[in-house]
Nanobody
Framework: QVQLVESGGGLVQAGGSLRLSCAAS????????MAWYRQAPGKERELVAA???????TYVDSVKGRFTISRDNAKKQVYLQMNSLKAEDTAVYHC???????????????WGQGTQVTVSS
């Protein structure tokens, strides 16, 4: 059973910082791209940032220069450092990973249940 578990969300004032973590567990053979998505009330889920197994990163324009995605391959974890937070960053943040389990040759997308980030203005 593969699980992605997020932590680090909470309530913060505008201009503050939070660091999200996501840990993958289970019979995992390999992890490809890991990413953070977010979904605000009444809006569609959007990609915030992604990082490949080799460390290449991509960000949505609205967070460039403020958020940093990183990963620890040995720990099977991905992080999102969020600085200079704005009210519009308020959302549920979900971890996503394309991973391969030992019993398969395929990469499958897995999702965490999400962690709430609320930024007060």
């Amino acid at each position: 059973q593969v699980q992605l578990v997020e932590s680090g969300g909470g309530l913060v004032q505008a201009g503050g910082s939070l660091r999200l973590s996501c840990a993958a567990s289970g019979r995992i053979f390999s992890i490809n791209t890991m990413a953070w998505y977010r979904q605000a009330p009444g809006k569609e889920r959007e990609l915030v940032a992604a990082i490949t197994s080799g460390g290449s990163t991509t960000y949505v324009d609205s967070v460039k220069g403020r958020f940093t995605i990183s990963r620890d391959n040995a720990k099977k974890q991905v992080y999102l450092q969020m600085n200079s937070l704005k009210a519009e960053d308020t959302a549920v943040y979900h971890c996503n990973a394309a991973l391969q389990v030992f019993s398969s040759t395929l990469y499958v997308n897995y999702w965490g249940q999400g962690t709430q980030v609320t930024v007060s203005s």
